[in-house]
């Protein structure tokens, strides 16, 4: 006789599921900071109808043209100049979906909750259950994670990719490792590296981890070069497809000479540079050629570093100010191309709070920082303490260089957002603490 479910039976498992998810404090906490992300994230992208502009534009274009089979090319002409990455990505969910923008927004949505709900359990790692819980919280609420969601833009997808490989990275120490951790979060730093290559040189960095806390130099040395040869080889057939289309070795993209002409050269502001008058932009006559435009421009910011070293120090510490002044630039693509029209006045109102917001996560932030530097015994594993270091220094590091805006300090907002959860959780244990000193104070003094 054939077993048909009945309605009490399927009561019986959702009340044994709900039980047991009710129970294990882990799950709870992961479903909590991840609804809670996804909730806000739903509601600005209901509220606010971003469309895409500028270079969110240019990824939609060349998503459409890859499904319709011009390959990755622009006006029948191939390119290398953004990463392929992010436009291949939207290319496949096209291709399932439609050429849609909602369905990149859709997806947006659930990178970006899903990186709240992996920030919680590299908080949990790093500092325990409330340190974690803080964590995912902090940058569930923080304004610019939730405004970037309405942009057709690769920082979402990225900062996805970069937060996975640090959860995977670290999800054992260096001396519990085998082969098949670097390998993984090879390929995970791999793969964010074509849709963003700022981090390319990070593996290098990341291999130092090995090295030193390893009681085995040569088992270090194996890990660390496990980690760097797979993140080279998952980012090899699009540098073996830049060479055959265009004759040059070209990595990931040809916009990183253009780049670091922009940060490095005599007019140089710290931010974006592209002057529109010819003889002020010794570019001009390169723009239907790439790949040339990249090399003249790498040259003439690497002689200009070498005969300016003063102006280039001067100018990195104007870029790490704008790096990290503010946190506007989400609002700027989010807010401005919209439908219907938002006033300039609701406009300032929405950006003074988020720079707010982000002020007051950054100065708990540097509390929970300094406490992982001053008190080692709130750190449950300084494995993570460690890379998140690096990571933060690397990044910094690189804007130092090229040009700089609150933009590109998005991926890295998980990392500071781990400290925060530290910061957050010994505020709140302080306020217990005089909370229950001052009670016990007042009812002496009473009776």
């Known amino acids: 006789m054939a077993f048909r479910p009945t309605t009490n039976s399927f009561l019986k498992l959702f009340s044994s599921l709900v039980s047991y998810i009710v129970r294990d404090k882990l799950v709870v906490g992961l479903l909590l900071v991840t609804g809670l992300a996804f909730l806000l994230r ?4 209901l509220t606010v109808h971003t469309y895409p502009i500028s270079d969110f534009a240019w990824y939609h274009e060349r998503a459409v043209g890859l499904i319709q089979g011009e390959g990755y090319s622009v006006h029948g002409r191939p390119t290398a100049y953004w990463p392929i990455g992010y436009p291949l990505f939207l290319a496949m969910l ?42 995912g919280i902090l940058l569930a609420i923080l304004p610019s994670q939730i405004e970037w969601t309405s942009v057709l833009c690769s920082e979402v997808l990225y900062t996805f990719l970069l937060v996975t490989f640090l959860y995977v990275f670290t999800l054992r120490r260096p001396e519990e490792q085998n082969w098949i951790h670097p390998l993984a979060s090879g390929v ?18 990341l291999w130092l981890l090995y090295l030193f806390p390893t009681k085995h130099f040569r088992r270090g040395v194996v890990l660390g070069g496990i980690l760097v040869t797979s993140a080279l080889l998952t980012i090899s057939p699009l540098t073996i497809r830049n060479y055959i289309v265009f004759k040059s ?7 990183g000479g253009m780049n670091l002409w922009q940060g490095n050269n005599p007019n140089a502001t710290g931010g974006y540079y592209w002057p529109s008058d010819p003889k002020s932009n010794p570019l001009t006559p390169y723009l239907h050629d790439e790949v040339k435009r990249d090399q003249i421009a790498r040259k003439l910011a690497l002689d200009f570093i070498r005969n300016n070293p003063e102006k280039f120090f001067k100018l990195g510490f104007v870029k790490l100010y704008y790096y990290y002044k503010g946190d506007a630039s989400a609002l700027s693509f989010s807010l401005n191309p919209t439908y219907p029209r938002l006033s300039e ?41 460690h890379t998140a270091i690096i990571v933060i220094s690397y990044f910094t590091a690189i804007h130092f260089v090229f040009p700089a805006m609150d933009r590109y300090r998005f991926p890295i907002m998980p990392v500071f957002s781990l400290f925060a959860g530290l910061g957050l959780k010994m505020m709140l244990n302080r306020f217990v603490f005089l909370r229950a000193k001052f009670l016990h104070l007042l009812e002496k003094a009473l009776w």
């Open 188 to 205: 995970l730093l791999g793969l964010a590296c074509i849709v963003r290559p700022a981090s390319l040189l990070l593996p290098g960095f």
């Open 42 to 45: 739903l509601t600005w992208n």
């Open 94 to 135: 096209y291709k399932v979906f439609g050429p849609h923008f909602y369905v990149a927004k859709a997806f947006n949505i659930m990178m970006g909750s899903a990186t709240v709900g992996l920030t919680f359990l590299l908080g949990r790692n790093l500092c325990g259950f409330a340190g974690g819980l803080g964590a």
């Open 345 to 385: 006045k609701t406009k300032l109102k929405i950006t003074s709070i988020a720079n707010r917001c982000y002020q007051i996560f950054m100065l708990i932030s540097i509390f929970g920082a300094a406490t992982c530097f001053l008190r080692k015994k709130h750190v449950n594993n300084r494995f993570i303490f």
């Open 249 to 255: 070795f070209i990595p990931v993209s040809t916009n």
